[in-house]
């Protein structure tokens, strides 16, 4: 494939947006960034809902095909815990990951405490009831996902901290879900190119036989505001803090009219992915515009070509 075919890497669902605050069974500004897995023959979502006091809460949503057909808790499903004082402001944008040793999700998020943004996790079997963890790092922090399985005996996380001002991707390892360590930049900012001013992690790493698939976002300043597109990587499958591969250029970003307006545009911000085994399509839920939740597919092998024949390293 040639470099300057890769808007074909991911298709739009011609329905998009799949959910919005209309169509939400109780008042909504907007219903964005979700967290997203298969299991027992359906989709499940957890959206991001932001409600008229701007504080942001999760949802969950079914569907058997993960397109058409929602079926959407018709009350907040997690709202932010009084006994959690780091939730004060909200939770928001949730990353679902299945953790094969455990048998259970783990739902990493952002809880919105008034010392700045941290992630939390919390560990359930139905994405209907939670056994909070607590924040997992100090502040500020986002983007966050477990990978879901363990790598030489440690749960890996990647994460986003700014520190001095710079948001780079990072890597940590810990035993037990609790005490983290042997922190390293993973996916640094590009200086001058698209995704220069911020980076974050999109769905959870997703495990191929060529590394862990991680798509990402990335950010530039522009005269209009912030632009939010997506690059890919690949991680080495058991020395996951090395990069075998990185895009150069964006794969997808801002382009439709649901894209570019909304409450923030010009922001495509994937946060869920599903693979569909009989057709080796990975469907990816994205925010649009922080006010719809938008799909568009992509064939894994397509993304993997690119990445390891066509793109720098
Ligand atoms: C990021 C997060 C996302 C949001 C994006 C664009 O910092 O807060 O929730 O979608 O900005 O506004």
Redesign the pocket.
């Known amino acids: 494939m040639s470099k300057c075919e890769y808007r074909r890497l991911f298709r739009r669902y011609e329905g998009n947006p799949i959910l919005s605050p209309e169509r939400w069974p109780y008042p909504a500004n907007s219903t964005?960034?979700p967290g997203a897995v298969r299991h027992n023959g359906e989709t499940w979502l957890l959206v991001r809902v932001e409600d008229m006091r701007g504080f942001s809460h999760l949802t969950f949503a079914r569907s058997k095909d993960g397109i058409t057909s929602w079926q959407i808790d018709d009350q907040p499903t997690l709202m932010p815990s009084p006994a959690y004082n780091e939730e004060q402001w909200g939770v928001?944008?949730p990353r679902i990951a299945w953790l094969h040793e455990r048998e259970e999700f783990a739902v990493t998020y952002v809880s919105f405490s008034k010392d700045g943004p941290m992630v939390s996790l919390a560990l359930s079997k139905d994405l209907r009831t939670f056994t909070r963890r607590g924040p997992m790092l100090p502040p500020e922090d986002?983007d966050a996902s477990l990978f879901p399985r363990m790598i030489k005996d440690r749960y890996v996380l990647i994460h986003r901290p700014i520190i001095r001002g710079e948001a780079h991707i990072w890597i940590a390892f810990s035993p037990d879900l609790k005490y983290w360590g042997d922190h390293k930049i993973l996916i640094p900012v590009r200086p001058g190119q698209w995704d220069s001013t911020r980076v974050g992690l999109g769905p959870p790493p997703i495990e191929t036989p060529e590394g862990w698939l991680i798509i990402y976002h990335g950010v530039r300043m522009t005269v209009s505001g912030?632009l939010?597109r997506v690059g890919l990587a690949l991680l080495d499958l058991e020395e996951p803090w090395k990069i075998i591969r990185r895009s150069d250029e964006w794969v997808f970003g801002p382009r439709e009219p649901y894209e570019r307006v909304g409450d923030?545009p010009g922001?495509t911000?994937p946060t869920g992915a599903v693979l569909k085994e009989e057709t080796n399509e990975l469907m990816v839920y994205y925010?649009a515009a922080?006010t719809t939740v938008c799909l568009a597919t992509a064939r894994l092998d397509e993304l993997l070509d690119y990445l390891l024949h066509d793109t720098a390293t």
């Open positions: 964005f960034n928001e944008d986002k912030a939010y923030v922001v911000f925010g922080d």
